[in-house]
C-alpha cells in the first residue's frame, strides 16, 4: 500500500513536470477522491440498504484499480476501458433492479440475463484483483472456485454431491447475501477502506519519519542499536500499515544498511527487518486484513479485536526485542 502511494507521488510529480494530466487522469483522481468522501459521509449517514452500500463500494474499486492500471500500461491498453465496462453493467444492474433480484433469486430462480451478470460480477473482482494484488490471490480462489465445480468428481471424504451452474452463480453473487456481496465485501466496507485511508494519512503527513525517528532513539541505548531500531520502528509503524511488504519497504531501506554496518550478516539483517515488518499484521489500531474479516465474521465490535490484539503484538515484539539484545551480547555486537 505504502510503495504503491510512494510511486504514486513520483508518477504525479513528473507528470506536474511534464505538463497538464490526462482526461483519464482526472477521472481518477476525482473518483478516487469522490470514493473517500462517500466513505466517510456513509459512516455518518446511511444512504441506502446494505447491499446499496456494498455494491457501490465495489464498482468504485473496479473502476478505480483499472483506470489505475490504464494510466500505467504501455500494452494492450484498450483492455482497460472494457473491464471498467464489464465492471459498470452488472453493478449498476443492481444498483437499479436489487429488490427484483432479491425476491427472484429468493426463491431460487434466475433468468439468462440475470446469470450472465453473476458469471460478471465473479469474474471482474477476480480481474481486479489479479492487478491490484498479484497472481497468488486469485490462483487460491480460482482453486476454490474448482473445488465447487467439480467437488463431485472427488472421493466422499472430501467432495460433495454437486451443485448445478445456476445455484453455484446464485450463492457466489446475483443472490447478492453470500459470495461476492458477503462478509467479506462488508469487512472491506465497514473497516478496511477507512482504516487504509487513515494509515495513508498518516504516512503522507509524517508520521512515518516521526516513528522512525523515536525508534533511532530508543536503538541508540540498548545492545544490538541497529536491529532494535528495525523492531521498534515496523512495530510502530505497524499501527498504521498492515502490510508487512510496505513495512519492509519503508524501514528496511534505512535499518538492513545499518544492521549491517553495526556487524550483524546480510541474511540476518534482512531476518530481523522480515520478522519485525511481519508482527505489523497484529499491532493495533491498522492490523491486517484478517482482523477485519474476525471482526465481520464474529459480529464482534473491531475496537475489541484491537484490544484482545494489543497482548499478543506486545509479546510478539518483546520476543523480538529479546532475541536481538541476546544475540547481539553472544557476537558482541554494540
Not at 506536474?16 to 478516487?32: E, H, N, R, T, W
Not at 473491464?83 to 444498483?95: A, H, N
Not at 540498548?222 to 521498534?232: I, K, L, M, P
Not at 464474529?298 to 539484545?325: D, E, H, Q, T, V
Request: glycine share 10%; charged share 10%; hydrophobic share 55%.
Amino acid at each position: 500500500m505504502v510503495q504503491t502511494i510512494e510511486d504514486e507521488e513520483t508518477g504525479l510529480y513528473e507528470k506536474a513536470k511534464a505538463g497538464p494530466y490526462s482526461l483519464a487522469d482526472k477521472i481518477y483522481v476525482g473518483l478516487a477522491v469522490g470514493m473517500v468522501i462517500l466513505q466517510l459521509v456513509s459512516t455518518y449517514h446511511m444512504f441506502q440498504g446494505t447491499v446499496g452500500q456494498q455494491n457501490i463500494h465495489l464498482m468504485l474499486s473496479l473502476v478505480i484499480v483499472f483506470l489505475y492500471k490504464f494510466r500505467k500500461a504501455r500494452r494492450f491498453r484498450w483492455l482497460f476501458p472494457v473491464f471498467i465496462i464489464l465492471s459498470l453493467i452488472p453493478t449498476v444492474y443492481v444498483q437499479l433492479f436489487q429488490s427484483d433480484l432479491e425476491f427472484t433469486t429468493g426463491m431460487g430462480r434466475a433468468d439468462t440475463f440475470d446469470m450472465a451478470m453473476g458469471i460478471i460480477l465473479v469474474v471482474m473482482p477476480l480481474v481486479g484483483c489479479l492487478f491490484a494484488f498479484g497472481k497468488p490471490l486469485v490462483i487460491t480462489a480460482i482453486l476454490f472456485l474448482g473445488y465447487v465445480f467439480l467437488g463431485q468428481y472427488l472421493p466422499p471424504s472430501i467432495g460433495h454431491g454437486g451443485f448445478t451452474l445456476e445455484r453455484i452463480i446464485l450463492r457466489l453473487s446475483i443472490s447478492l447475501n453470500s459470495g461476492v456481496y458477503g462478509l467479506f465485501l462488508q469487512a472491506s466496507l465497514s473497516y478496511v477502506y477507512l482504516f487504509i485511508v487513515f494509515g495513508a494519512v498518516l504516512q503522507i503527513t509524517g508520521a512515518t519519519e516521526f516513528f522512525m525517528t523515536l525508534a533511532r532513539l530508543v536503538g541508540k541505548r540498548v545492545r544490538g542499536g541497529a536491529a532494535q531500531t528495525a523492531v521498534v520502528g515496523s512495530g510502530l509503524l505497524g499501527m498504521i500499515c498492515g502490510s508487512p511488504m510496505a513495512n519492509v519497504a519503508i524501514t528496511g531501506a534505512y535499518t538492513i544498511p545499518a544492521m549491517k554496518a553495526s556487524g550483524f550478516s546480510p541474511h540476518l539483517a534482512g531476518a530481523v527487518e522480515a520478522a519485525a515488518s511481519t508482527g505489523g499484521q497484529i499491532m493495533p489500531p491498522v492490523m491486517g486484513a484478517a482482523a477485519f474479516l474476525m471482526a465481520a465474521i464474529l459480529g464482534i465490535p473491531y475496537s475489541r479485536i484491537m484490544l484482545i490484539a494489543f497482548i499478543p503484538a506486545f509479546l510478539y515484539y518483546f520476543s523480538c526485542f529479546s532475541y536481538i539484545f541476546f544475540a547481539a551480547g553472544r557476537w558482541r555486537i554494540t
